[in-house]
């Protein structure tokens, strides 16, 4: 129980049916939700408040969650790790990361500027940052910026 669109939202429900698309084992059951929800509010202390109001994939994660859809949590959570691993590179050492950018991949070496960040891939801000050692310790600081 609870994991049917149908339970979710009647009307949403028939236009998936009416569209032939399924509407049973889509949702994770509310019981799941609620462990979720309710371990929200430790992983949320860990952020400062003034910082919260910036970490819009944190709200969607959430949104997410209560809806059932854990499949697409997961998305705005990795999302909001991507931006926090950003700000962090900014405020420690843009001219060191992008040198050592450089060295992973030469389509980096004209880098220079906070906004040029996303144009650095997920994969090489991960390795970049692992390089630098920001990522030694995974549990305190991603979340944490």
Sequence with gaps: MGNSIE?????????LEYNGLPIENILMPIEERIKVINSMQNILELVDRDKRIK????????????????DG?????????VRALRTLVINYDLRYFYSI?????????????????EFVSEHDL?????????????NSSILII
């Design 7 to 15: 339970t979710f939202n009647r009307p949403l429900a028939k236009f």
């Design 55 to 70: 970490a819009y994939y944190l709200s969607k994660f959430t949104i997410s969650i209560a809806s059932g859809l854990f």
């Design 73 to 81: 949590a997961l998305n705005y959570v990795w999302n909001e790790a």
């Design 101 to 117: 950018a450089a060295g992973i991949s030469n389509k980096y070496k004209s880098l220079s500027k906070e906004e040029e960040l």
């Design 126 to 138: 991960l390795e970049i940052n692992r390089r630098i050692g920001l990522l030694s310790d995974i």
